[in-house]
């Protein structure tokens, strides 16, 4: 593992596992929040590395899907996770969990 590869995924690592119960966030805002904005499409290769549990199925595409194909076990799998936390879905999206609510009370990220 290469010394950038080594620092990104433990800043990916550190994002990912800091994400609340009942939360989502972006691949891209995961990689942004990382110190690493332009590389939203390695985040899910860091989680893959991981040696440890993280909750990977609180990290989903910027237009709030699935990054799975739909059907597929592993889709089903991380909708399952999403919904045992209180995340709701309306079809294919995730949606705000009370109607007064915007999406922006169950996307998260830390305060900068």
């Given at each position: 593992m290469s010394r950038f590869q080594n620092k990104f995924d433990h800043h990916v690592w550190r994002v990912v596992a800091s994400?609340?119960?009942g939360r989502v966030m972006g691949y891209g805002e995961v990689?942004?929040?990382a110190g690493f904005p332009r590389y939203s499409r390695m985040v899910g290769a860091a989680l893959g590395r991981s040696p440890e549990p993280l909750p990977w199925f609180r990290v989903v595409r910027s237009n709030?899907?699935?990054?799975?194909?739909?059907g597929s076990?592993?889709?089903?799998?991380?909708?399952q996770l999403l919904k045992q936390e209180?995340?709701?879905?309306?079809?294919l999206k995730i949606i705000e969990v009370e109607t007064d609510?915007?999406?922006d009370r169950i996307l998260w990220g830390p305060q900068e």
């Amino acid at each position: 593992m290469s010394r950038f590869q080594n620092k990104f995924d433990h800043h990916v690592w550190r994002v990912v596992a800091s994400i609340p119960a009942g939360r989502v966030m972006g691949y891209g805002e995961v990689a942004r929040v990382a110190g690493f904005p332009r590389y939203s499409r390695m985040v899910g290769a860091a989680l893959g590395r991981s040696p440890e549990p993280l909750p990977w199925f609180r990290v989903v595409r910027s237009n709030r899907t699935l990054a799975f194909e739909v059907g597929s076990s592993a889709y089903r799998e991380q909708a399952q996770l999403l919904k045992q936390e209180g995340v709701r879905f309306d079809g294919l999206k995730i949606i705000e969990v009370e109607t007064d609510d915007s999406l922006d009370r169950i996307l998260w990220g830390p305060q900068e």
